[in-house]
């Protein structure tokens, strides 16, 4: 048994094994363009035009939402990934 992290790294470059237990990719947490959203939302608001202004602040809290909870998913695939074992002798994982 050794950890798959410290496996991976002690293949050889060239390894296609490398692509196999490579570690799973890091979520997006790109927060910007959904705060932009809510923010035109709450312009929109201030200058009257309510349904639209509120249509878009709605829109850009649920588009940080879903940007959070992939960025909470990646993360933990992550951890679990760092704390991955392999068997070294039939390269079960647990
Ligand atoms: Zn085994």
Same mark, same amino acid.
């Given at each position: 048994?050794?950890?798959?992290?410290?496996?991976?790294?002690? /293949?050889?470059? +060239?390894?296609? =094994?490398?692509?196999?237990? !490579?570690?799973? *990719?890091?979520?997006?947490?790109?927060? @910007?363009?959904?705060?932009?959203?809510?923010?035109?939302?709450?312009?929109? /608001?201030?200058? +009257?035009?309510? =349904?639209?202004?509120?249509? !878009?602040?709605? *829109?850009?809290?649920?588009?940080?939402? @879903?940007?959070?909870?992939?960025?909470?998913?990646?993360?933990?695939?992550?951890?679990?990934?760092?704390?991955? =074992?392999?068997?070294?002798?039939?390269?079960?994982?647990?």
């Amino acid at each position: 048994m050794q950890l798959l992290s410290h496996y991976r790294d002690s /293949l050889p470059p +060239g390894s296609p =094994l490398r692509s196999a237990y !490579a570690p799973p *990719a890091a979520a997006d947490a790109a927060y @910007l363009p959904a705060v932009g959203v809510a923010l035109l939302g709450v312009v929109g /608001l201030v200058s +009257g035009v309510i =349904l639209a202004g509120l249509a !878009a602040v709605v *829109a850009g809290l649920g588009w940080g939402a @879903l940007i959070r909870k992939r960025a909470d998913q990646a993360g933990m695939a992550r951890a679990e990934w760092d704390s991955a =074992l392999i068997c070294l002798a039939c390269t079960g994982r647990f």
